[in-house]
């Protein structure tokens, strides 16, 4: 069983910073694929950000390109989201997700995962 932890979420005023962490002890190379998604109230679930575990391949939503980073440290087994020039539609429940071998963008796409996290508020208000 794959345990998920996010954390890093907040509030931040508009154009400010926040890095969301998941911690995914156990997750292997070359096989998962590590995603970010987010919810807000009222509105569908969408995906931000997908990674392969190797950090090979990455995948971003257009939402979110050019402000998000997406990246992993092998050593910690924790994928990171940098998130830069926050805007308030920004705002949502961010969720850590994981999957086996499927493309990123697919997993990014369909929502499609085996393993989710709790979430982590982010809130993006002055």
């Known amino acids: 069983q794959l345990q998920l932890v996010e954390s890093g979420g907040g509030l931040v005023q508009p154009g400010g910073s926040l890095r969301l962490s998941c911690a995914a002890p156990g997750f292997t190379s070359d096989y998962h694929r590590i995603g970010w998604f987010r919810q807000a109230p009222g509105k569908e679930r969408e995906g931000v950000s997908c990674?392969?575990?190797?950090?090979?391949?990455?995948y971003y939503a257009d939402s979110v390109k050019g402000r998000f980073t997406i990246s992993r440290d092998s050593a910690k087994n924790t994928v990171y989201l940098q998130m830069n020039s926050l805007k308030p539609e920004d705002t949502a429940v961010y969720y850590c997700?994981?999957?086996?071998?499927?493309?990123?963008?697919?997993?990014?796409?369909?929502?499609?995962?085996?393993?989710w996290g709790q979430g982590t508020q982010v809130t993006v208000s002055s």
């Open positions: 990674i392969t575990s190797s950090g090979g391949s990455t």
């Open positions: 997700a994981a999957t086996g071998f499927i493309s990123v963008q697919f997993m990014c796409n369909t929502g499609r995962a085996d393993y």
